[in-house]
């Protein structure tokens, strides 16, 4: 349960992202700060052959990662777009 709970728990994130086009109450510190937590997970079960370990810590860092990427694109690439206008 811990790991579900963990795995998905950006998907309110990026609903709330996709449906405000809006990251001003994201921390991007944050988020990278959870990834190399996570990163250094992935590593412990790696160490521990442990496969549950792995798979639920890389299934985290993906969704981890669309947040950093929406967080891009709607910070530099959609500012950047109306900046030029």
Request: with cysteine; glycine share 8%; charged share 10%.
């Amino acid at each position: 349960m811990a790991a579900l709970l963990t795995m998905f728990g950006f998907v309110p994130q990026v609903i709330k992202i996709f449906c405000t086009k809006s990251v001003e109450d994201v921390s991007l510190p944050m988020l990278f700060q959870f990834g190399i937590g996570v990163l250094l997970w992935t590593l412990y079960g790696f160490h521990l052959r442990n496969p549950i370990h792995v798979v639920a810590n890389i299934v985290t860092f993906l969704t981890l990662s669309v947040v950093i990427g929406l967080y891009i694109h709607y910070s530099y690439v959609i500012v950047g777009r109306n900046n030029e206008r």
